[in-house]
T-cell receptor, first 114, second 112 residues
Framework: AQSVTQLDSQVPVFEEAPVELRCNYS??????LFWYVQYPNQGLQLLLK??????LVKGINGFEAEFNKSQTSFHLRKPSVHISDTAEYFC????????????FGEGTQLTVNP | DAEITQSPRHKITETGRQVTLACHQT?????MFWYRQDLGHGLRLIHY???????NKGEVSDGYSVSRSNTEDLPLTLESAASSQTSVYFC???????????FGPGTRLTVT
């Protein structure tokens, strides 16, 4: 079975500052990794995903994440955040052997202040 | 444009009543999923389906059932609603395990 830990439940930052949202996972088999964003009163939408290949993955809205197999991490970063980035962010993992099933972390609320 | 819809968006029901939440997707995806979202728990998988007449239990399936009679729909039924089932429910679909899941807008269910 897989598990995901998002190390920060809330991350407050000022506008134009860099941000890192941390995600660690555990799995006994190879995994696929995802970051989703949820704006208030909406469903989730995909920010980026890692399936294979380059460990640095670029996504929408200027976000990127780096897969680190030795540290079992998939941290999300953005060099300069905007007020509109305020949302909840979810890290998720899917094992190669588990079909399409996703296991989600508990989420990180990113609040960007002016 | 293809989409995934859920209805109703909000529902209040009483303990013990049967409730069905609808999920409809026009992506023609074989894989469909139901999650519940609760504060401090993220999203937890309730049931999922990999195709017509295929259904499987997720990690929190007790008290819930699904059926898949066609590709487009995966209704979620609460046989006898309990206050512990007050939550926001999300439906999702995907083409395969290499592809992202597309999420519906959610249904907020309150059981009184």
């Amino acid at each position: 079975a897989q598990s995901v830990t998002q190390l920060d439940s809330q991350v407050p930052v000022f506008e134009e500052a860099p941000v890192e949202l941390r995600c660690n996972y555990s799995s006994s088999v190879s995994v696929y990794l995802f970051w989703y964003v949820q704006y208030p009163n909406q469903g989730l939408q995909l920010l980026l995903k890692y399936l294979s290949g380059s460990t640095l993955v670029k996504g929408i809205n200027g976000f990127e994440a780096e897969f680190n197999k030795s540290q079992t991490s998939f941290h999300l970063r953005k060099p300069s955040v905007h007020i509109s980035d305020t949302a909840e962010y979810f890290c998720a993992v899917s094992a190669e052997t588990s079909g399409s099933r996703l296991t989600f972390g508990e989420g990180t609320q990113l609040t960007v202040n002016p | 444009d293809a989409e995934i819809t859920q209805s109703p968006r909000h529902k209040i029901t009483e303990t013990g009543r049967q409730v069905t939440l609808a999920c409809h997707q026009t992506w023609n995806h074989n894989n469909m999923f139901w999650y519940r979202q609760d504060l401090g728990h993220g999203l937890r998988l309730i049931h999922y389906s990999y195709g017509v007449h295929d259904t499987n239990k997720g990690e929190v399936s007790d008290g819930y059932s699904v059926s898949r009679s066609n590709t487009e729909d995966l209704p979620l039924t609460l046989e006898s609603a309990a206050s512990s089932q007050t939550s926001v429910y999300f439906c999702a679909s995907s083409e395969s395990n290499l592809h992202e899941q597309y999420f519906g807008p959610g249904t907020r269910l309150t059981v009184t």
